[in-house]
């Protein structure tokens, strides 16, 4: 079945540094992949929607030069934490649609675990 | 995209059959009723999908009634590894995004 990795699965940075977090389709091609994050105890929020080879769609709130978002292939998106600070730590998590996948084709990643010290 | 209510949480046995109903009162014709499941520090993972009356896998049921202004999804004989967060989402199929609202954790004893 479809596949998405996550990568890092946790990564701890210093505050004013910047930390990429990539998602990739392991068996399938992805134009569209989507970047949530999640507050202990909350809901998934959607943050963008990466498309590949063109811009990143933000969601209402979610400031752009923050959270940099990079698509550049089928297999591969990029989110960069930009000057992370410890209100930025939180669980990120990335999702990509394989249509002939099983269920409604959402596949989501394993998340990654940031901690903004 | 149509908003969902579900409740906050609830408890069940191991070996009961428990039942989560979400409420979604502005459901539009064309959109489907899908269940997610997310255990603690990882991705969500798809449950069941519907659009109207019953609709069964290996791990679900997913009842709609005729309305489509609610959904129950049916967990049968919960163990302990059902502990998990469920989510009900509404929205047309093969949408651009999804949407998720809060969720109803579901806790099981022993």
């Known amino acids: 079945g479809a596949v998405v990795s996550q990568h890092p699965s946790r990564v701890i940075c210093k505050s004013g540094t910047s930390v990429k977090i990539e998602c990739r389709s392991l068996?399938?091609?992805?134009?569209?992949m989507f970047w949530y994050r999640q507050f202990p105890k909350q809901s998934l929020m959607l943050m963008a929607t990466?498309?590949?080879?063109?811009?990143?769609?933000?969601e209402q709130g979610v400031e752009k030069d923050k959270f940099l978002i990079n698509h550049a292939s089928l297999t591969l998106s990029t989110l960069t934490v930009t000057s992370a600070h410890p209100e930025d730590s939180s669980f990120y998590i990335c999702?990509?649609?394989?249509?002939?996948?099983?269920?409604?084709?959402?596949?989501f990643g394993s998340g990654t675990r940031l901690t903004v010290v | 995209l149509a908003k969902t209510t579900q409740p906050i949480s609830m408890d069940s046995y191991e070996g009961q059959e428990v039942n989560i109903t979400c409420s979604h009162n502005?459901?539009?014709?064309?959109?489907?009723i899908t269940w997610y499941q997310q255990f603690p520090s990882q991705g969500p993972r798809f449950i069941i999908q519907?659009?109207?009356t019953k609709v069964t896998n290996e791990v679900a049921s997913l009842f709609i009634p005729a309305d489509r202004k609610s959904s129950t999804l049916s967990l049968p004989r919960v163990s302990l590894s059902d502990t998990a967060v469920y989510y009900c989402?509404?929205?047309?199929?093969?949408?651009?995004?999804?949407?998720f609202g809060a969720g109803t954790i579901l806790r099981v004893k022993s």
């Open positions: 989402l509404v929205g047309p199929f093969g949408g651009n995004k999804l949407v």
């Open positions: 502005n459901i539009a014709t064309n959109d489907y």
């Open positions: 999702s990509a649609r394989e249509p002939t996948g099983r269920g409604d084709g959402y596949t």
């Open positions: 990466s498309n590949e080879g063109s811009k990143a769609t933000y």
């Open positions: 068996d399938f091609q992805a134009t569209t």
């Open positions: 519907g659009y109207k």
